[in-house]
């Protein structure tokens, strides 16, 4: 059964463009974790929320938790090539980083 | 400092094959993870270890997957017999404590191919 569901599942867009994907659940999470992995890497952790309704900023990223902590969404702002990769987002629950539940992940593609 | 460090960063052998994969976690890091990446298939957990504790083999798809943590630090993961379907990249995790909300670092992986 997969718990976190995310949105799209690809996406190709042209440098500049701005652009969301998803991480949704059935489930409450006590925190979320946004990755970002590129071809021939790991997941480099990106941000935590933790909060219902926290906005997080990381530059020309966006990171929202839902007000229910169900959910929640990344938004980057004029994309560049760099931000190419597969992102993944995590959940956990009780503030247990232990078991997280992991997304499938979508994969960006940046075009110039 | 040092990330997490994985090897070999590839390994192909042929079906029937022993391989051991190894890594090695950040100092200090005290729990440490395996996961499986196949494609489509997403993070398949497959071994934790905390400390001293017993390690949560729960996520081990066969008796032919096995793990071990010597001295608190390096890590191998064994799998025996190798088939196809065992292709994948093998990513290892390492973080503080992990009930303190502490996020894993992973390494650049292993990624396996079976002929």
């Known amino acids: 059964t997969q718990l976190l569901e995310q949105s799209p599942q690809f996406l190709s867009i042209q440098e500049g463009e701005n652009l969301t994907v998803y991480c949704n659940s059935s489930?409450?999470?006590?925190?979320l974790q946004w990755y970002r992995q590129e071809p021939g890497e790991g997941p480099v952790l990106l941000v935590t929320?933790?909060?219902g309704g926290e906005v997080k900023k990381l530059k020309r990223l966006t990171f929202q938790f839902g007000d229910a902590r169900k959910d929640s969404s990344l938004h980057i702002t004029a994309a560049q090539t760099g931000d190419t990769g597969l992102y993944l987002c995590?959940?956990?629950?009780?503030?247990?980083?232990?078991?997280?539940?992991w997304g499938l992940g979508t994969s960006l593609a940046v075009n110039p | 400092g040092a990330g997490v460090s994985q090897s070999p960063s590839n390994k192909v052998t042929e079906k029937g094959k022993d391989v051991e994969l190894r890594c090695d976690p950040i100092?200090?890091?005290?729990?440490l993870y395996w996961y499986r990446q196949s494609l489509g298939q997403g993070l398949e957990f497959l071994i934790y270890?905390?400390?001293?504790?017993?390690?949560?083999k729960s996520g081990l798809p066969s008796d032919r997957f096995s793990a071990e943590r010597t001295g608190g630090s390096v890590s191998t993961l064994t799998i025996q017999r190798t088939q196809q379907e065992d292709s994948a990249v093998y990513l290892c995790?390492?973080?503080?404590?992990?009930?303190?909300?502490?996020?894993?670092?992973f390494g650049d992986g292993t990624r396996l191919s079976i002929l």
């Open positions: 270890f905390q400390g001293n504790s017993a390690p949560d």
């Open positions: 995790a390492s973080s503080l404590d992990p009930l303190a909300n502490q996020p894993q670092h």
């Open positions: 929320v933790v909060t």
């Open positions: 995590a959940g956990a629950f009780d503030g247990n980083n232990r078991k997280l539940i």
């Open positions: 100092s200090g890091h005290t729990a």
């Open positions: 489930s409450v999470f006590s925190s």
